[in-house]
Structure formats: structure tokens, C-alpha cells
């Protein structure tokens, strides 16, 4: 048991399913008290019924009110874990970009607005952002979501650096393949990059408990994306020429 999060009110966005019903189960086992949340009523209830916990629906980025007051007054955790995967390039419809920066990144503003003035009074809190190894990358044929979850990493990073000394704990999660529906969205380009290496959701949950029990803002539930990430960062050209050659082969296939 991770004591961190015994009786903590807890907040998982996006629980209806996948990683945030991975979330939320493990919370849920480790003694904390669970809200769930998800766009569909119907799968928050399902999965809030199975774990004992509160379902909370609706849109993510207009919940922490009723959350709070669902939890007792008191948000101890909140898992920004809602999240859109758009596929398409610079050319996707205005729309498309709108929707994925509205979902990947300023939902997690709002909630951080609504959250953080009370967890700096009491001079605590724990923030956790799902955000994707796309956010520490890239994915290719997915424009919107890789500019948008490399937003939601920044801001996790600029939450993270601003507000640690004040007792804010954030957390940012950053798997490449997971075997939801999210996954089977991403279509030839994720069957090429992403299903090799794929993973259970409960195997992110298991990285995030890990990460909470050893402090860590960096949680990598695939460990190679270090090596990646340190090659991006050091030899940034020679690391664009390999993800253009698994842009060309992807391209070949289609």
C-alpha cells in the first residue's frame, strides 16, 4: 500500500475505460476514496459500482466543483487522464485542432485553476497528467495530438517547477502503446509503432504507484522511452532522419 494516497479523495478523468479505469481500480485498491468521471454516464457508473466509488459524468474540464463536493469538500488527487487522439497532419480541420487543444491541454488548465488555490492554502496536492510518450516525441500522422500533448507535458512540467516548493506533488505519464480503445484509433500508423510494444492499462497504473512511492515527476511505464527522449535531446537530426524513415515505411503501407 502506498500511504500517500490512503483516503485521499481522488479525481480520475476519463475512467470509463482504459488507463483511467486502470487509474481509478488502483486508487480504489489502495484505499482511496474515488470519484470517476467520464463523458459516458454510463461507463463511469459501471466502472464507479465495481470499485465503490462516486461517478461523477460530464465533460472533464467542468467536474472539480461537483467532484469536491462529491469527495466531502476535499480534492487530494485529481488524474487529468481524459484525452482525444487526433490523427491527421498541419492540414486537419481548425476544428480538430480546437478540440484537441481544448481536451489535451486546457482541460488540464481549468482543473489546475480550480485546484491549486486551495492546495497551496493547505500546502499540498498531487496533480497527474496523462500525457503520452507523443508529448515527450512525437507520433506520426498525428499531428494535433503530438503539438497538443507536448502542451500538456509542458504545463505539467511549468506546474511542477512553479509550485513544488509549496507542496504540490505532479506526476506526468508517459506511455507509448496501451491496449485501449484509444490505441485501436490510431490505426496503420499505430499498428507500426505502437502495438509492438503495447501493454495493459494496468501496467500504467503500476508506473504511476511506483513513481508515487518514489517521488518522481517522470513516469515511463515503457523504460526505453529514456533512450529515446536523451537521443531526441542530444542528436536531435540524427533522431528526425529515423522517425522520417518510419514515416516513409508507414506511408508505403497505405
Known sequence: MVEAVQDAGVVVTGAGGGIGA??????AAEGAR??????????AKAVAEEIGAIAVPG????????????LGGTIDVYCANAGLPSAGSESAD?????????VNVMAHVRA?????????????????????AAGLLTMIGAAP??????????????LSLTYRHRGLKVHAICPQGVRTDMLDATGSAGDLVL??????PEAVADALFAGIAEDRFLILPHPEVAGYYQVRATQPDHWLANMNHIQQKWEATR
Request: aromatic share 12%; net charge negative.
Open 22 to 27: 486502470a487509474l481509478a481500480r488502483r486508487f
Open 34 to 43: 474515488v470519484v470517476v468521471n467520464d463523458l459516458d454516464a454510463a461507463k
Open 59 to 70: 465533460d472533464a474540464s467542468a467536474i472539480v466543483a461537483e467532484a469536491r463536493d462529491a
Open 94 to 102: 481548425e476544428k480538430v485542432w480546437a478540440l484537441a487543444w481544448d
Open 112 to 132: 489546475a485553476q480550480e485546484l491549486l488555490p486551495a492546495w497551496l492554502e493547505r500546502g499540498s496536492g498531487r496533480f497527474v497528467s496523462t500525457v503520452s
Open 145 to 158: 495530438y503530438s503539438v497538443t500533448k507536448h502542451g500538456a507535458y509542458a504545463f505539467a512540467e511549468w
Open 195 to 200: 502495438q509492438p510494444t503495447a501493454i495493459e
